[in-house]
Each structure stands twice: as C-alpha cells, then as structure tokens.
C-alpha cells in the first residue's frame, strides 16, 4: 500500500540554524500539506500546497518557513532561522481530492531546537 | 475561524465497556475523518464521513455524522486495551484540515 515517507524521523538542531525536513507524498496525489505538533498539543495545520503553489497558510506559517517541491516526488518545508519553540513533530500529508476526502500522513520528524 | 472540540479530553475505561467520544464545531464540514495516533507516530486514518447524518461501522467502532455536517461521534463498544491512543476527529476546509482537540482513551484489562 502507497504511504507517505518523511526523513529524517529525528532532527535536533541549534536555535537559529536552518533546517529542511523532508517528505516523499503518495505518488498520484496532487494536494501536499504541513502540520506541526508541539508536545502534547493538538495537531495544527501550517500549510498546504498544490500545483506548485501554496494554496493556504496559517498564521504559524511566517517567514521563517518556506515549502518546495524541488523535484517530481519530494516536498519539502523549510525553516530559516529556528527558535526554541520550533520543536515539535512535523508531519507531511497528501491526497487527491478527486479520489476521495482521505488525508494520509508521514511518520512525522521530530524537531528538537536546542 | 473554525474550531473542533473534543470532549472528554480524557476517558480511562475498563476492557468490556462502551464508550463514546464527541466532536464538535459551529462550522460546516464538507467531510470528517477520525483518526488515532499513537505517541511518536502520525495519525492514521480510520474512517472518513460525508454525508449528514451518515453512520459508518468499523468492526466495533460506529462513526456518525452530525445531520448539519457540523459535528461527529465516535462509538466504540466493548472496548479492549488495544484501543488505547489518541483520537483525533479532523474537518475538511478549503485546501486545510482543521484538527480537534483529541480524545486521550485508556482501557485497562
């Protein structure tokens, strides 16, 4: 069964380095999307992406991050200059509207600012 | 903005008992999924619900879908220790899902 790939599965970085983290969507899928999920929060949308543009963003989503898709499988979310409270999980989702309402997700990466 | 709150945060139960965890939001939903997440782990997609008042089963999981679109529950019966995770009820914006609060559900053999 296809599934949704994400690398690294654990990050740790300094405060104000950049970080990439990486995900591999379904194949067929169109729509690609970013969540974060501090420790013991709710999970919360950052961004989606579709057609080689960002459809929508939340108010997390600042400056500081910035997505791509670089090649034909790889989305990638970027963040410029991290602070402590950048560390969370962050997992990678896609679908394809045409095919249903299903979201699948990656395993997460688990970013720890230090 | 739109908002989805679970309720009850938390439930410990015991193995045998039925429970039932609620979602809900003043918004419409074109669709809602229920997940569950394991600590350390991605959500995975249990079932996803479209239509008002629609009711699906998944073996001893019963999902519904509130009649105005705008609210979901999630049954389970006879709950077993292997249920224990996080459930997560999620709607569908535009180009976004909005994600509940979570329901952390604990059942003890």
């Known amino acids: 069964e296809p599934e949704v790939t994400q690398t690294p599965s654990h990050q740790v970085t300094q405060m104000g380095q950049e970080v990439i983290l990486r995900c591999v969507p379904i194949?067929?899928?169109?729509?690609f999307y970013w969540y974060r999920q501090i420790l013991g929060q709710k999970v919360e949308f950052l961004v989606s992406?579709?057609?080689?543009?960002?459809?929508?963003k939340s108010e997390i989503f600042d400056d500081q991050f910035s997505v791509e898709r670089p090649d034909g499988s790889n989305f990638t979310l970027k963040i410029r200059s991290t602070k402590l409270e950048d560390s969370a999980m962050y997992f990678c989702?896609?679908?394809?509207?045409?095919?249903?309402?299903?979201?699948?997700f990656g395993p997460g990466t688990r970013l720890t600012v230090t | 903005t739109q908002l989805l709150e679970q309720s009850p945060q938390f439930l410990s139960i015991q193995e045998g008992e039925n429970l039932t965890v609620y979602c809900n939001s003043s918004?419409?939903?074109?669709?809602l999924q229920w997940y569950r997440q394991e600590p350390g782990e991605g959500p995975v997609l249990l079932v996803t619900?479209?239509?008002?008042?629609e009711v699906k089963k998944l073996k001893r999981l019963t999902f519904q879908f509130g009649d105005a679109r705008k609210d979901s529950s999630l049954h389970i019966t006879a709950a077993q220790p292997g249920d224990t995770g996080l459930y997560l009820c999620?709607?569908?914006?535009?180009?976004?899902?909005?994600f509940g609060t979570g329901t952390r559900l604990k059942v003890l053999a």
């Open positions: 619900v479209v239509t008002g008042g």
């Open positions: 918004s419409v939903f074109s669709s």
């Open positions: 989702a896609s679908n394809d509207p045409g095919q249903g309402y299903e979201q699948y």
């Open positions: 194949s067929n899928h169109l729509y």
């Open positions: 992406f579709y057609n080689n543009e960002i459809s929508e």
């Open positions: 999620a709607g569908a914006g535009t180009y976004k899902y909005i």
